[in-house]
């Protein structure tokens, strides 16, 4: 089945940096990959997705791209803000099935 | 906007014990998910349903069983609670088809003494 990897564990950044957060696959037949901001105690809601015919998605400060050569997925968050902090999931999927996230991410950025 | 309940946020169960986490959700998703959550494991499925009485084991199914008898209801039973269950334990659904973003409750944290 598919494995989805996810590095760093924790990122430290100061407020206003950028941060990246990045993921790889293994199941080349993968084509959906979405990420997911979750609060300290909330519930995960999905922040930004891409299919594999994009190589590139921005939405105000994220982004995300797509490297399907390499089987590897990026979440860019410029200008970071305290509110940012979060715990962040990648995940795939092959086309309408079950997702397969990463172990996540722990962002934390000081004022 | 979606929503998806599940009906207790804390458990504290005592091992040997059989436990149901209900969950239900009000947007006629086709599909319902139950994860588990653990410190540096993400999350991990458990099962899956696609309709009203089907189900799918995920990746750790050992040790729990669903339940959907109604399209907005999908349960997790754990037949005999063990304390390695201990955990925060999620539901999801979405709305199927060409739409797999899914929609998380806001967790059931279970402790099994």
């Known amino acids: 089945g598919e494995n989805v990897e996810q590095h760093p564990s924790t990122l430290s950044v100061q407020e206003g940096d950028s941060a990246v957060i990045k993921c790889t696959y293994s199941d080349s037949a993968s084509n959906y990959f979405p990420w997911y901001k979750q609060e300290l105690g909330k519930r995960p809601q999905l922040i930004i997705d891409i299919r594999s015919n994009v190589g590139e998605k921005k939405d105000q400060r994220i982004a995300v791209t797509l490297n399907k050569t390499a089987k590897h997925f990026s979440l860019h968050i410029t200008e970071t803000q305290p509110e940012d902090s979060a715990v962040y999931f990648c995940a795939a999927s092959i086309g309408y099935s079950t997702l397969t996230f990463g172990k996540g991410t722990m962002l934390l950025v000081s004022p | 906007d979606v929503k998806v309940t599940q009906s207790s946020r804390y458990l504290v169960k005592r091992t040997g014990e059989k436990v149901f986490l209900e969950c239900v959700q009000d947007?006629?998703?086709?599909?319902m998910f139950w994860y588990r959550q653990d410190p540096g494991l993400g999350l991990r499925l458990i099962y899956f349903s696609y309709d009203v009485k089907m189900k799918e084991k995920g990746d750790i199914p050992e040790g729990y069983s669903v339940s959907r008898e109604k399209k907005e209801r999908f349960s997790l039973i754990l037949e005999s609670a063990s304390t390695n269950q201990t955990s925060m334990y999620l539901c999801?659904?979405?709305?199927?088809?060409?739409?797999?973003?899914?929609?998380f409750g806001a967790g059931t944290r279970l402790s099994v003494l």
């Open positions: 947007m006629d998703h086709e599909n």
């Open positions: 999801a659904s979405s709305i199927g088809g060409s739409k797999n973003i899914q929609y």
